[in-house]
């Protein structure tokens, strides 16, 4: 028996590695949730699954200023997301965060915690980059890339392409190849652009390019309740 997903990909540079470490573990679970095969009316909302609970007091290695997965999935897991995204009255199918990293040329880790939102029309990924990469800088290495402000920040939206992976839940080989498009804001972590970025990712199933008004809705609502949003200034 095999299934297939979207995940996201990015293009060249730390944020496309960085994507390369937690890509599998927000594909499988949403593959695993097909496999489950809860549908219709009767569906719950999903709740969020993975990643570090919580910062602080409890051992987390996360930073007082950085999320951890499990809160970017709670931050993007809210009741009016499917109404930010313009389709009302959907239910979330699965939710889920991803503690990542990457390491990067010097053998300095750099964290790269992410949250996921699948419906049944669009999917959504939050992802915080704690990296010294300026947006500013990043956006240069983009084709058609727009740079603008977002929430008084330096952001850039850009298309992008997800990956489809094809794989056997008997074990078989995997597979992968091109997926759907996908549009892509990233915003600087602080006013001042010194690195790093909160990204949100938009793809949707059908394979239509995502609504840049839909982007920036959800970006616009959700980043200001990030851990460590605030502290940036």
Same mark, same amino acid.
């Given at each position: 028996?095999?299934?297939?997903?979207?995940?996201?990909?990015?293009?060249?540079?730390?944020?496309? $590695?960085?994507?390369?470490?937690?890509?599998?573990? #927000?594909? %499988?679970?949403?593959?695993?949730?097909?496999?489950?095969? /809860?549908?219709?009316?009767?569906?719950?909302?999903?709740?969020?699954?993975?990643?570090?609970?919580?910062?602080? +007091?409890?051992?987390?290695?996360?930073?007082?200023?950085?999320?951890?997965?499990?809160?970017?999935?709670?931050?993007?897991?809210?009741?009016?997301?499917?109404?930010? %995204?313009?389709?009302?009255?959907?239910?979330?199918?699965?939710?889920?965060?991803?503690?990542?990293?990457?390491?990067?040329?010097?053998?300095? !880790?750099? &964290?790269?915690?992410? =949250?996921?939102? !699948?419906?049944?029309?669009?999917?959504?990924?939050?992802?915080?980059?704690?990296?010294?990469?300026?947006?500013?800088?990043?956006?240069?290495?983009? @084709?058609?890339?727009? $740079?603008?402000?977002? %929430? *008084? @920040?330096?952001?850039? %939206?850009?298309?992008?392409?997800?990956?489809?992976?094809?794989?056997?839940?008997? =074990?078989?080989?995997? +597979? +992968?190849?091109?997926?759907?498009?996908? @549009? #892509?804001?990233?915003?600087?972590?602080?006013?001042?652009?010194?690195?790093? +970025?909160?990204?949100?990712?938009?793809?949707? &199933?059908? *394979?239509?390019?995502?609504?840049? /008004?839909?982007?920036?809705?959800?970006?616009?609502?959700?980043?200001?309740?990030?851990? =460590?949003?605030? /502290?940036?200034?």
């Amino acid at each position: 028996m095999a299934d297939e997903i979207n995940a996201p990909t990015k293009g060249s540079g730390a944020w496309g $590695q960085a994507f390369a470490a937690v890509v599998l573990v #927000a594909a %499988l679970g949403a593959g695993l949730w097909a496999a489950g095969g /809860a549908s219709g009316s009767d569906r719950a909302p999903a709740t969020c699954s993975g990643g570090e609970p919580e910062n602080g +007091s409890n051992g987390s290695k996360h930073a007082s200023r950085q999320a951890s997965g499990a809160q970017l999935c709670e931050a993007l897991n809210r009741s009016d997301l499917a109404e930010l %995204l313009g389709t009302p009255g959907e239910i979330a199918k699965s939710a889920s965060g991803s503690d990542g990293s990457v390491t990067l040329t010097g053998g300095k !880790e750099t &964290e790269t915690p992410s =949250g996921r939102v !699948e419906f049944g029309t669009y999917t959504v990924t939050l992802t915080a980059t704690y990296d010294r990469l300026p947006v500013a800088a990043y956006a240069a290495l983009l @084709r058609d890339a727009a $740079q603008q402000r977002v %929430l *008084g @920040r330096s952001a850039v %939206l850009y298309s992008d392409r997800t990956i489809s992976i094809g794989f056997r839940l008997d =074990g078989g080989d995997t +597979s +992968s190849g091109p997926g759907v498009p996908a @549009r #892509a804001l990233a915003v600087a972590r602080d006013s001042k652009d010194s690195g790093g +970025s909160f990204e949100v990712v938009l793809w949707r &199933e059908d *394979g239509r390019v995502p609504d840049d /008004a839909a982007v920036l809705r959800v970006a616009e609502t959700i980043l200001p309740t990030v851990p =460590g949003w605030g /502290a940036g200034g």
